[in-house]
C-alpha cells in the first residue's frame, strides 16, 4: 500500500477561516491536485467517511476537500456575495492560491455547482478537469458557453435522481469534451450507493488525464 500523509488545517480567504483536509502521497510526486467539494447536508468528512480522500492519495494524486462556507468545520465563514445565484468566479481561485495549487481537477456535486461552474466559466485554464455530480445553476450558463469549454468532463448522476441528475445532465451535456457514467439505482448522492463503483470511475477518468 503506498504511503501517504494527511493533514488539516485552514485556508484563509477574505479574512474567513475555511477548513480542510488533504492526503497525498509521499514516495512520488503527485500525478496531479484534486479539489473535492460538496452538497449541502454534507462535508469534508464525507469524503474521509467514504474512503475518497484515502483512495485518490493511494494511487498517487493529491487529493483536498474543502468545508464550504457555513458547512462542516467552516460553520463561521459566510458565503462570499453571490453574482445572481452563483458566488463569484474569484472564490475557487482564493482557495487554490491559499493553498498555494496549481490546476485542479475538481470534483463537484449538488451545492458546490455555485462554486465550481462560474471558476469552470471564468478560470478555465486553472481546471485540468471536471467531474460534476448533479450540480445545482447548470441552468445558469447557455449552450453556447458550455460548448466554449474543452475541458476534460466526466458527468456522473444516480439513476434515481430524476429531478436533479436530468436537469443538470441535461445542460452539461453541452460541454464540449465530456463523457456520462449513470449510477444505477443510485439517488442524488449517488457516490454513497456504491463507493466502489465510484472509485473505480474516479480513478479511471483521472488515469486517462495523468
Not at 493533514?7 to 491536485?33: D, I
Not at 472564490?91 to 495549487?101: A, D, P, Q, R, W
Request: proline share 7%; net charge negative.
Amino acid at each position: 500500500m503506498a504511503s501517504i500523509e494527511t493533514k488539516e488545517g485552514t485556508v484563509q480567504l477574505e479574512g474567513q477561516q475555511l477548513f480542510y483536509r488533504q492526503m497525498a502521497p509521499t514516495e512520488q510526486p503527485p500525478r496531479l491536485s484534486v479539489l473535492l467539494l460538496h452538497g449541502i447536508r454534507f462535508s469534508s468528512e464525507t469524503w474521509l467517511n467514504l474512503g475518497t480522500l484515502q483512495k485518490l492519495a493511494e494511487a498517487g494524486y493529491q487529493t483536498i476537500a474543502i468545508d464550504l462556507p457555513g458547512l462542516g468545520n467552516s460553520k463561521e465563514a459566510t458565503a462570499p456575495a453571490s453574482v445572481g445565484d452563483l458566488a463569484p468566479d474569484s472564490f475557487l481561485l482564493g482557495i487554490l492560491k491559499g493553498l498555494e495549487l496549481g490546476p485542479v481537477v475538481i470534483i463537484s456535486p449538488s451545492l458546490s455547482g455555485m462554486y465550481s461552474l462560474p471558476f469552470l466559466f471564468g478560470h478555465n485554464d486553472m481546471v485540468k478537469g471536471f467531474i460534476p455530480v448533479a450540480p445545482i445553476c447548470t441552468e445558469k450558463f447557455s449552450a453556447e458557453q458550455y460548448t466554449s469549454v474543452q475541458t476534460p468532463t466526466l458527468i456522473v448522476y444516480g439513476a434515481e435522481d430524476k429531478p436533479m441528475g436530468e436537469a443538470s445532465f441535461n445542460n452539461l451535456k453541452n460541454l464540449a469534451n465530456h463523457k456520462v457514467h449513470i449510477m444505477k439505482g443510485a439517488q442524488h448522492a449517488c457516490y454513497l450507493n456504491n463507493p466502489e463503483e465510484w472509485h473505480r470511475i474516479v480513478l479511471g477518468f483521472l488515469h486517462n488525464l495523468s
